[in-house]
């Protein structure tokens, strides 16, 4: 997650509740109604002039649910946090471009903005203006991909402040003042697959992805964000003119396609294609012509295929000036150089007093990795140095939205020649994601002790009965194979996807509230939530056996690294939410979880990035535009799939 640092990104509220979870919760399982507990928040929404983006649908869309709420604090939350996004942190926007900042940084996260227009994806057909705001979108990280930095995980609106951000950071390849962070998270790119994909679905617009530039336009850089929503604060004069980002990074994008090529793409996925299909792609590996989308996605083919390779293949030969001179005590250390053709093809270094904001290794390349299909992200979701280099939900996500892209591609459509290397790239796509989800399935499935119990809320439970030795996992949505059976000859263990791994065969096991995570598999459509292994994993990351699950006077919850134990995310709470499985038990749990999101907005009429666990009132961040939105996916959710638990009759 972007971060706050020091004090300022902490609010404490006026009045200190000291409540325990039990009474509300009964409460709230026996009178849906009282799920708020009387907060009495207060719509505060900018006025109509002042919103950055006004959607008529949206607006009278919540104009006719807001009196159907049971809970007038739940319509007015949802009221709240369902526009939030386009009321607040659309920057920039135009016929072809879109900025979307975070909330209170100035930044727009190639991630954070994928998941921030997703709850406007169903609106889009009767809406035209959002539909190109979002297409803008899609513009601009592309165009972020292929003109500014390849690995980015964060951008500046344009490159004319370069003090904006973290411009102190070693990153290799370096970085130009258009970069806000330069941290490699894989995420990053699975969210622009995913954005691209989702749009396409939704609209079936095929133009979007026609799209060649000119570069975005300019602007002043927006300024640092009030403690609290307000549109206000953010100057929204534009004057569209050609950005210098282009000229200054596109030696980034020469530097990668120089670099020496030729590593494994993986015998698993070469064998599942059809013969021939090599040669097409090669020929994809070109593709792009006239399209930035189509220059992007193949931009982002490389760079996962650099980002496969084991620590040991991106070794030079020989370390600089060797042999080394004598005596010993006379040598300096070692200096691997950022330019040299033989180093990684990304590393990172920041001076910092916080261990998870940098990378360790004299070059800054992070942990060690055995090449196995995974595909590394030396950072997490929530912009923390990962423990070990194969983030598995993140390679869970791009696998299938590789795949997702693929079909996309070769569906038909396109316009103009080329067809060739667009079902080239096509089919690269398709080769790749089943790569990658294959190795997640081997790789990311590990064997643990069972446990009498997992969990079940925020309780442990004891298992009344013994999965039958040799069943297997049924339905699982990426990757190949078949995965792991639920019965092991070795004894009483059980099967569940690792947090973290090496390739070598070590791995964290835990789960961090941060989107992607092995609690948001289901979400993010890579499995069912009915999936035995993915069950079996939900219970390990909602329970004390994972290092990020904190209880509290406030309930519990997934957290994480970024803040440290005891803090709970919002997130993590709506994550259990979506993914629920059905029936009375899953409205339980439903209407359980929305009671602490409820209750975690303080009075502000807002969802926070975090809550300490035994005081909703001392939260982090009052203005995170995403995990707003991703609330307001939950209770749309819930209209849908169980509208008797918050609506009227």
């Known amino acids: ?48 002039e002042n919103r950055k983006f006004r959607s008529t649908v949206i607006d009278e869309y919540l104009q006719s649910l807001f009196p159907r709420f049971k809970d007038p604090d739940l319509a007015v939350l949802f009221s709240n946090c369902l526009p939030n996004t386009l009321d607040t942190t659309v920057f920039h926007t135009n016929d072809t471009d879109t ?20 709850p406007y994806m169903k609106f889009t ?20 991909l292929v003109h500014v930095h390849p690995y980015a995980n964060a951008f500046n609106f344009n490159d004319s402040d370069p003090t904006q951000g973290h411009q102190g950071d070693q990153v290799h390849p370096p970085m130009n003042a258009g970069v806000w962070e330069g941290k490699y998270e894989l995420d990053s790119l699975a969210a622009f697959l995913r954005l691209s994909r989702i749009y396409y679905q939704e609209t079936g617009d095929i133009s979007c992805f026609l799209y060649a530039g000119p570069a975005p336009a300019a602007a002043s850089t927006p300024a640092a964000a009030a403690s609290v929503p307000d549109a206000s604060a953010h100057s929204s004069s534009s ?12 030696s980034v994008v020469e530097e990668k396609k120089g670099e020496v090529k030729g590593k494994d793409e993986g015998e698993e996925g070469k064998k599942k294609l059809k013969e021939g299909d090599e040669e097409q792609i090669e020929r994809g590996r070109e593709v792009g012509g006239e399209s930035l989308w189509l220059r992007a996605v193949s931009l982002v083919l490389d760079t996962l295929q650099d980002q496969q390779a084991g620590t040991v293949e991106e070794l030079p030969s020989l370390p600089p000036s060797f042999p ?18 033989s180093s990684p093809p990304y590393t990172f270094r920041r001076t910092t007093t916080v261990g998870s904001e940098t990378l360790w ?26 423990l070990l280099p194969f983030h598995v939900p993140s390679n869970a996500m791009v696998s299938m939205e590789l795949k997702g892209v693929g079909r996309m591609i070769l569906g038909g459509g396109w316009e103009g020649g080329r067809e060739g290397e667009r079902e080239g790239l096509g089919r690269r796509c398709m080769a790749m994601g089943e790569e990658i989800g294959t190795a997640v399935e081997e790789e990311g499935v590990i064997w643990v002790k069972r446990r009498k119990g997992g969990s079940k809320g925020n309780v442990d439970v004891v298992e009344e009965e013994e999965e039958e030795e040799g069943s297997g996992d049924e339905g699982r949505g990426g990757g190949g194979g078949g995965g792991v059976g639920g019965g092991c000859p070795m004894g009483d263990v059980e099967s569940i996807y690792a947090y973290e791994v090496d390739g070598f065969g070590s791995s964290f096991l835990g789960d961090d509230a941060g989107i992607p995570s092995l609690l948001s598999l289901p979400y993010l459509g890579y499995c069912p939530p009915s ?119």
């Open 1 to 48: 997650m972007p971060r706050r640092g020091g004090v300022e990104g902490i609010a404490v509220g006026r009045l200190r509740r000291q409540r325990g979870i039990v009474l509300p919760v009964i409460l709230c399982l026996l009178f849906p109604s009282a799920a708020g507990l009387g907060q009495n928040l207060t719509l505060q929404r900018p006025p109509p």
């Open 99 to 118: 900025f979307i900042i975070t909330g209170d940084i100035p930044a727009m996260w190639m991630r954070d903005s994928a998941f921030q227009v997703m």
């Open 125 to 144: 057909k009767q809406d035209p203006a959002l539909k190109k705001m979002i297409c803008g979108l899609i513009n601009r990280q592309a165009y972020s």
């Open 239 to 250: 004057t569209p003119s050609s950005s210098s980002s282009s000229s200054s990074s596109s």
């Open 324 to 341: 080394p001179s004598h005596p010993p005590s006379d040598t300096p250390p070692l200096a691997f150089s950022s330019s040299s053709s």
């Open 361 to 386: 290794g004299g070059r800054g390349e992070g942990g060690v990795a055995q090449r196995c299909g995974l595909v590394k992200s030396p950072f997490r979701p929530s912009d923390d140095a990962s």
């Open 531 to 649: 999936l035995p292994l993915y069950q079996r994993t939900r219970a390990f990351a909602l329970s004390s056996r994972n290092s990020y699950y904190y209880v509290g006077r406030e309930g519990g919850g997934e957290g994480g690294a970024h803040l440290g134990a005891g803090w709970i995310w919002p997130m993590g709470l709506i994550v259990r939410g979506l993914t629920a499985e059905g029936g009375k038990e899953g409205g339980e749990e439903v209407m359980e979880v929305l009671e602490m999101l409820m209750r975690s907005s303080a009075g502000t009429g807002f969802v926070h990035e975090a809550f300490w666990k035994d005081d909703v009132t001392v939260y982090t961040r009052p203005w995170f535009s995403w995990v707003n939105g991703l609330f307001a996916e939950l209770v749309m959710k819930i209209i849908e799939e169980r509208p008797a638990l918050i609506l009227k009759e």
